[in-house]
């Protein structure tokens, strides 16, 4: 008897010392592992996400604002895999059978995913608009139902705000095209109605002479790319003969150039007598 309480006592105490130390100490270091691998993984990414500095601070606050949302995406995934591999491990330390567990998970994950379809669309569409970089804060876009200036980029929403003041909130996953006028360059395209009886050649070389001069002035010189080019009549309809003009611009520049082409052509048509267009009045 008193052997078989020895081995009792012995087996009693390599027992206890294994729920007390042994136990213990394997899931501190799961722990330590997953938050050194966590911090280390991290790190990684802020390094990879750091965008290159441009000297145009516009094309700096677009480079920062898709670098954080990109990095925060990875580093919350990161986290969310971290976290489960280690809970999945410590469980079985403690002896807890983790199969149906995870049969679970991804049982409720795929009704998640079934119930929330429209929300996992609005992300992963935000998730490629930003690695393809379609669009970014102060672009001109046209989305279809909103077009206007970009104010925010999210994985599900993008805001923008119209000629009108108005503030569009545009799921991404709504967005099936993109049109977007601030990327590369643009294009200034001025059409100049006259008068079927005017000189042709002569109005098209007046406005050649405006548009150059008005394309030398400032502050229209910093936004020009490439010098106007008068293409020449465009359009003959019942009311109007039609010249173009156009002019490759810096990308969200074109309307103001536009403008400035359209008011020094309408006042050297004025000042060398190319009539206007005649346009009936209806009663």
């Known amino acids: 008897m008193g052997m078989i309480s020895e081995i009792q006592a012995w087996e009693l105490t ?55 949302t990109i990095g925060s995406v990875l580093k919350s995934t990161v986290s969310i895999v971290i976290l489960v591999w280690c809970v999945l491990q410590i469980l079985g330390i403690l002896g807890i059978n983790v199969a149906p567990f995870i049969a679970s998970a991804g049982v409720i994950g795929l ?38 200036t970009v ?29 977007n006028m601030s990327q590369g360059y643009a294009t200034a ?25 008005a394309a030398e002035s400032e502050p229209i010189r910093a936004d020009m790319i490439d010098k106007p080019e008068m293409l020449g009549v465009n359009s003959v309809t019942a009311e109007a003969i039609t010249i173009r003009v156009t002019a490759q611009v810096k990308p969200g520049r074109q309307w103001a150039v536009q403008r400035a082409f359209a008011r020094s052509a309408l006042t050297a048509f004025e000042e060398q007598g190319i009539e206007a267009p005649y346009l009936p009045v209806l009663r």
Not at 156 to 167: E, F, K, P
Not at 191 to 208: G, M, R, S
């Open 151 to 179: 104010e925010t980029v999210g994985l599900r929403v993008t805001t923008i705000r119209d000629a009108n003041g108005t503030l569009w909130y545009c799921r991404n996953g709504e967005i099936l095209r993109v049109g």
């Open 111 to 148: 009704a998640i995913g079934f119930g929330a379809q429209n929300l996992v669309r609005d992300f992963l569409s935000g998730i490629f608009m930003l690695l393809e970089d379609q669009y970014g804060v102060g672009d001109v876009v046209d989305l279809g139902d909103a077009v206007g």
């Open 189 to 213: 395209v001025l059409d100049l109605p006259i008068a079927h009886n005017a000189n042709v050649h002569k109005a098209c070389e007046v406005a050649t002479r405006a548009v150059l001069e």
């Open 14 to 68: 390599d027992t206890n010392r294994d729920w007390l130390i042994h136990r213990p100490v394997e899931i501190a270091i799961y722990v330590a592992l997953a938050v050194v691998l966590r911090f280390a993984l991290h790190h990684g990414i802020d390094r990879m996400s750091k965008p290159r500095k441009s000297p145009n601070a516009k094309v700096n606050e677009r480079r920062s604002q898709r670098a954080r």
